[in-house]
């Protein structure tokens, strides 16, 4: 039997939910970051350089894992930005993964056989600095609310879609009313089978993960994955532990992806613990990508080498269920490249 399609209610006028109050809180400013963490001056040109090209936002739920005083914190890592992301390097382009030439109408990309992507939007509750899609054209290839139309046609002259992945920018930085409303329309199409949402909201905000938003996933008749990104397991605090430990109850799938990154969680037995930690919490281990070769992030690119070892080191430590996949996604290719390890 078919679930019923209930939208959820929305807050009372004049309320602002509290995880959209702690975004707006969010630190914008290199200025404000430094002094946050007690971190020396000599950071802040080349901040406030580099945020000029990808603006800097985190929110203060993030910051307050992240150790003051220390530069080389992996946390701080993923969101202080340096001047290393001002190089232009042979090899690094502004669209890695090949989203612009797969865009079938604004904001959906039809890449993989079976499935598409929504960009629903270009936010995000924390920017960070090896994102693939920082140079992402949002304004020209958004579905927004009043155009979603157009995508929800093209699914319905495809019915060989089975899944739509709903991605950004952030799907979860939307309020929970329009995502009910998308919900709402998706579940009207009748070869849809599953909804992936990709997030990383639920790491650095984990009050985005609200009773509404539970019921809009009670409520739809797809079968709901959440995949989210953890890359460190100091990201894992009691908050996120609560938050997902209640969400690994229901019928909502929880898988994890990271991206091997240097510097933040190039070694075995940070990855080790880190899917340890998330096995424990109902998550499982899914993705270890290998950087997805954007302009501005070429410092956080591991060694192949040193990947592969990683890779077999984390092998051996690990029951198999634990050992996320090694891939790299590439431009026009059908599917996620998985990386063959040399022994």
């Known amino acids: 039997m078919n679930k019923m399609h209930i939208i959820p209610r929305s807050e009372p006028a004049g309320q602002t939910p509290a995880w959209q109050a702690e975004l707006a809180q969010a630190i914008r400013a290199p200025a404000a970051l430094l002094e946050r963490l007690q971190l020396p001056q000599s950071l802040l040109a080349a901040a406030e350089a580099a945020s000029k090209d990808f603006p800097l936002r985190v ?29 232009e390097l042979k090899g690094f382009c502004a669209d890695p993964v090949g989203d ?3 865009m079938a109408s604004p904001g959906l990309i039809h890449k993989y056989h079976g ?54 920018g952030d799907p979860l930085s939307l309020s929970d009313r329009r995502l ?18 990709h997030s990383r909201v639920p790491v650095v905000l984990p009050s985005r993960l609200t009773p509404e938003l539970h019921q809009i996933w009670q409520s739809s ?28 109850r229901t019928d909502v799938q929880l898988l994890n992806q990271s991206v091997l990154l240097r510097g933040v ?14 096995f424990a919490i109902g998550i499982l281990p ?18 192949p080498k040193r990947s592969q070892q990683i890779y077999r080191d984390l092998q051996r430590q690990l029951p198999g269920y634990l050992v996320p996949r090694l891939v790299r996604d590439n431009a026009g290719e059908s599917f996620k490249q998985l990386q063959t390890i040399l022994t």
């Open 59 to 87: 929110p203060q739920s993030y910051l307050e894992r992240i150790e003051a005083g220390n530069p080389h914190d992996p946390l701080l890592r993923q969101i202080l930005p340096l001047a290393d992301e001002l190089t």
């Open 100 to 102: 612009q030439q797969a």
């Open 115 to 168: 499935r598409v992507l929504l960009t629903l939007t270009g936010a995000c509750a924390v920017h960070c600095r090896y994102c693939f899609r920082r140079h992402f054209p949002y304004s020209e290839a958004n579905p927004m609310e009043d155009s979603w139309q157009a995508a929800i046609d093209y699914l319905l002259r495809h019915p060989e879609i089975h899944e739509v992945i709903l991605s950004g």
């Open 180 to 197: 009910a409303r998308l919900v709402t329309l998706l579940d009207t199409i009748p070869h849809l089978q599953r909804l992936r949402w």
């Open 221 to 248: 008749r797809l079968q709901q994955v959440l995949v989210l990104h953890f890359n460190h397991p100091n990201e894992i605090n009691y908050e996120v532990k609560q938050s997902l430990k209640s969400l690994s």
């Open 265 to 278: 969680n190039d070694s075995a037995a940070s990855l080790r613990k880190l899917s340890e930690q998330l």
């Open 286 to 303: 899914y993705y270890l990508h290998l950087l997805d070769r954007v302009q501005g992030a070429h410092h956080f690119e591991v060694d």
